[in-house]
């Protein structure tokens, strides 16, 4: 059975999340049945040449059908494309095949996709709808929701962006039958995030249903994105610029988690084993500053051993570590900045220094 989380976010249109296997099909006919979507004749379909060759058609057809005369862009697959160059061709093959104002953008893929044509949806004619078809895990539980979008620079990772929230949102969980299990346990460790944030209620069914969501069962599945879905609304309801502090919860994990990445060469570990790291190390981090208990610091070892986020069989120098964590852009005037979890369901963001971080990055060694 579909699910359909409904997300309202203060000074926005609110948005339906649908979740369930084959609502792709009906992608074409739930945006018909929208107001927002009356003047939209045409709408562009934004992919990436790996999701092409598996589901373009099907969402093209799913459009069609409804009436909406279909084109389509497919951009290589990866990282690089979230580029100036590759958003610039896009609105350039926008405006050469004559999209106007009555025009939508579909982006259908992971989160690269999805941050790529949410901002050439943003900036065309100063804005046109986008629709959200994410086809990862992780960009259903995570990006897809929240509205930010962007490129990256090479002086990092999505400098330049802008806030535009989805005018829908379409999860087909069949899609996730092709996915690779690298990209499976990236939206697993982001999963885990969010429940370790949100509530002893949402770590509580999670650690229960770790290994049928690690095995892939579909009900488990569709339960853990929608799940993720209405904390991520919730947060970002409370925070929709990231102007008031609330939205630094969802870097838990990633403070440690991006210095690993950088430091071990992006893409030798995915990103979500680098998070489900820096989840391990925050957690004892949290034990001596702030008070969590050895038992959370277990069960969330428990919880991340059970979604197949095993501890990195990788070592840095602590050193080395902390320069990496001081270039993250996160951090403040040299200072590195942590999500810290009390326990389940409570945590604070704080400064950490140095001498502190250098001393655990030693422990975390042995
Ligand atoms: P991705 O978009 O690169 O997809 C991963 C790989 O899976 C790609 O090679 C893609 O071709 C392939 N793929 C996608 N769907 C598939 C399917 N159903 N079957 C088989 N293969 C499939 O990666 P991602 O992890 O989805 O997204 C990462 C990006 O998301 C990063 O750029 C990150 O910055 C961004 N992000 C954005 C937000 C946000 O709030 N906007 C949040 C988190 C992450
Ligand atoms: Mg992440």
Request: glycine content about 10%; some cysteine.
């Amino acid at each position: 059975m579909p699910t359909k989380v409904i997300v309202d976010i203060p000074g926005e249109a609110p948005y339906d999340v649908r979740i369930g296997s084959g609502v792709l099909a009906r992608l074409g006919s739930h945006l018909r049945a929208m107001s927002a979507f009356e003047n939209v004749e045409r709408v562009l379909v934004v992919t990436d040449e790996e999701v092409a060759r598996l589901y373009r058609a099907d969402a093209k057809d799913s459009l069609a059908q409804a009436g909406f005369r279909v084109s389509d862009i497919a951009v290589p697959p990866g990282e690089r494309s979230k580029s100036l160059d590759v958003i610039g061709e896009i609105w350039e093959a926008m405006a050469g095949i004559g999209l106007g104002r009555d025009c939508a953008v579909a982006a259908l893929g992971g989160g690269v996709v999805g941050d790529l044509a949410g901002f050439a949806a943003a900036a065309y004619m100063r804005g046109v709808p986008v629709v959200q078809v994410p086809t990862t895990l992780l960009s259903m539980v995570d990006s897809s929701v929240g509205g930010k979008t962007g490129v990256n620079l090479a002086a990092g990772k999505n400098l330049v962006g802008a806030f535009k929230q989805p005018a829908y949102v379409c999860a087909d969980t069949a899609t996730l039958a092709t996915l690779p299990d690298r990209e499976w346990t990236c939206g697993c460790a982001e999963i885990a995030k969010s429940a370790v944030i949100d509530s002893d209620e949402f770590f509580f069914w999670l650690a229960e249903a770790a290994e049928r969501l690690a095995a892939r069962d579909e009900d488990v599945t569709a339960e853990a994105i929608a799940r993720s879905v209405v904390f991520k609304a919730d947060v970002v309801a409370a925070d929709k610029a990231e102007s008031n502090g609330v939205r630094e919860c969802l870097n838990y994990g990633h403070t440690l988690g991006h210095a690993v990445e950088a430091l071990a060469g992006y893409g030798t570990f995915s990103h979500g084993a680098a998070v489900a790291e820096g989840m391990r190390f925050a957690a004892r981090l949290a034990a001596a500053l702030v008070g969590a208990s050895l038992d959370f610091v277990r069960a969330q070892d428990d919880l991340l051993d059970a979604l197949g986020l095993p501890v990195l069989d990788w070592l840095a120098e602590p050193a080395d570590m902390l320069d990496a964590m001081k270039r993250d852009k996160k951090a403040r005037g040299g200072r590195i900045r942590f999500v810290l979890p009390r326990d389940v369901g409570s945590w604070e963001v704080s400064d950490v220094d140095d001498e502190i971080l250098l001393e655990h990055l030693d422990a975390w060694r042995r």
